[in-house]
């Protein structure tokens, strides 16, 4: 059996579970997400905990049951914490601020790069400290603050010399020496 499938779910207080068929929203203080289910896997509740079943033993269920019971897992904890990814700019003269609903970056190209914050995101940006800049990015999906961050950090890379561009505050850029002087 999956050994995250057959983890149980916690609601914590706040959070309601509705399921219809193969449709299960979870609605909280942040906000309401909703899945559609499979036919292999089904949901049990009972007070505040949901358990994550599969019909049968096939490979293919056993990967799904896993995978769903993640999903979920995810779904609870964004509508009553909601996910934060953190991005780090590094640069000498590189900048970013959000403005209304733009993110404005100033990344050593000809011109600034305006990118519209999607809804459901919001971002904070900090002021430039020793060349260093950080990025929050709040949300309630995981999957969506996860590819929001991506595309931010896919305007400047960073590069494996100086350090230079976007990373996330939990990466680490393994660094090359330069060219060494004859």
């Not at 430039?128 to 595309?151: M, Q, R």
């Amino acid at each position: 059996m999956s050994r995250i499938g057959k983890k149980a779910i916690q609601i914590p207080k706040g959070v309601s579970l509705m399921i219809d068929g193969n449709n299960v929203a979870v609605k909280g203080g942040k906000g309401e997400l909703s899945l559609t289910l499979p036919e292999v896997i089904s949901i049990e509740t009972s007070d505040d905990i949901i358990e994550v079943k599969r019909t049968d033993d096939v490979k293919t269920s056993r990967a799904l049951h896993g995978l769903f019971r993640a999903l979920l897992n995810n779904m609870v904890k964004g509508v009553s914490e909601g996910f934060t990814r953190v991005l780090i700019l590094h640069g000498v003269g590189w900048r970013m601020e959000v403005k209304g609903n733009y993110l404005i970056l100033n990344l050593g190209y000809s011109h600034p790069i305006y990118f519209q914050i999607p809804v459901g995101i919001t971002m904070e940006a900090t002021q430039p400290v020793s060349n260093t800049s950080e990025l929050k990015i709040h949300g309630i999906d995981k999957e969506f603050v996860g590819f929001v961050a991506s595309k931010v950090r896919s305007f400047r890379k960073p590069e494996p010399y100086k350090g230079k561009g976007f990373r996330y505050s939990d990466e680490t850029i393994i660094r090359k020496a330069g060219k060494t002087a004859k």
